[in-house]
Nanobody, 126 residues
Framework: QVQLVESGGGLVQAGGSLRLSCAAS????????MGWFRQAPGKEREFVAA????????YYGDFVKGRITISRDNAKNTVYLQMSSLRPEDTAVYYC???????????????????WGQGTQVTVSS
């Protein structure tokens, strides 16, 4: 069982930056493939980024275009999402998720993840 708690969301002006954090419980954090998703009102949950257990493999959604970096600190049981050059269309609830086993090929699929956080709101004003 893994519990995930996101933090770092808030209101930011267009062009600004935010760093989201996701703290995980448990002693096997490094064995989990971690992902970030986002969901705007009326839209489907969208893949943002993912990172392998070791941190060596990172993967990004098509819209990211270099504006977002995912990282993790296994000693702190935490995964981060650094976002810059934020746009109003980035406004959404951002969710952290953990996936055990499976294949990296399912990284973009929400149902492939076993555990989810409660989400943190990111609002970008124009």
């Amino acid at each position: 069982q893994v519990q995930l708690v996101e933090s770092g969301g808030g209101l930011v002006q267009a062009g600004g930056s935010l760093r989201l954090s996701c703290a995980a419980s448990g002693r096997t954090f490094s064995s989990y493939f971690m992902g970030w998703f986002r969901q705007a009102p009326g839209k489907e949950r969208e893949f943002v980024a993912a990172i392998s257990g070791s941190g060596e493999g990172t993967y990004y959604g098509d819209f990211v275009k270099g504006r977002i970096t995912i990282s993790r600190d296994n000693a702190k049981n935490t995964v981060y999402l650094q976002m810059s050059s934020l746009r109003p269309e980035d406004t959404a609830v951002y969710y952290c998720a953990a996936k055990s086993g499976g294949t990296v090929l399912t990284r973009r699929i929400p149902s492939a993840y076993n555990y989810w956080g409660q989400g943190t709101q990111v609002t970008v004003s124009s």
